[in-house]
């Protein structure tokens, strides 16, 4: 079975700053992917960018990036140029190759992050 | 288009009672799923289902039944409700394969007293 760890539990930023979130995770799988969501107050689950554990070079979506380190199964998402819109609970998840999706995602407990005007 | 809907966005019920929570997409996916979202916790798998007819149970399957009615729409129903049933429940929808994005509903309220 896999974990995923979220040892952040809230953070609080000014706006336009850049915050850094931390995800890591337990597998004995080799090949596996990725992923972090947003759910705002309005509950709605967002993805906001994926990462596939067999490449190397790190995913990027406008503002948001990933460090990706495959020996030290961690996982950790950078926003940059934080805005207020960004406040919102963050989930890390993982899903592994094996079994094409049947496990479906094995989600984080969640970083609440606060973007401050 | 509206992608992955679900009925009702809130209920209440008293333990013992019976309900079932609706979801459809309309994105012509294969793969769909039943999530449970407690407290300071992620969402976790229920059931999930490949394709029209199958299911499998996810991680937390005990007191739930699903029914996959076709390709569109997949429910889960509570025959039984008890107060650890408290949660928010959301379906998800996606393309087969594990890379895909799955599409979330807006997810339904359940409280059971």
């Known amino acids: 079975a896999q974990t995923v760890t979220q040892s952040q539990p809230e953070m609080s930023v000014q706006e336009a700053e850049t915050v850094t979130l931390s995800c890591t995770y337990d597998t004995s799988e080799n090949n596996y992917y990725l992923f972090w969501y947003k759910q705002p107050p309005s509950r709605q689950m967002i993805l906001v960018i994926r990462q596939e554990a067999y490449k190397q070079q790190n995913a990027t979506e406008n503002r948001f990036s990933v460090n990706f380190q495959k020996a030290a199964k961690s996982f950790s998402l950078k926003i940059s140029d934080s805005q207020l819109g960004d406040t919102a609970m963050y989930f890390c998840a993982f899903m592994k190759h094996e079994g094409g999706g049947a496990d479906g995602l094995t989600f984080g407990k969640g970083t609440h992050l606060i973007i401050q005007p | ?113």
């Open chain 2, 1 to 113: 288009n509206a992608g992955v809907t679900q009925t009702p966005k809130f209920q209440v019920l008293k333990t013992g009672q019976s309900m079932t929570l609706q979801c459809a997409q309309d994105m012509n996916h294969n793969s769909m799923y039943w999530y449970r979202q407690d407290p300071g916790m992620g969402l976790r798998l229920i059931y999930y289902s490949a394709s029209e007819g199958t299911t499998d149970k996810g991680e937390v399957p005990n007191g739930y039944n699903v029914s996959r009615l076709n390709k569109r729409e997949f429910s889960l129903r509570l025959e039984s409700a008890a107060p650890s049933q408290t949660s928010v429940y959301f379906c998800a929808s996606s393309l087969s394969g594990p890379y895909n994005e799955q599409f979330f509903g807006p997810g339904t309220r359940l409280t059971v007293l």
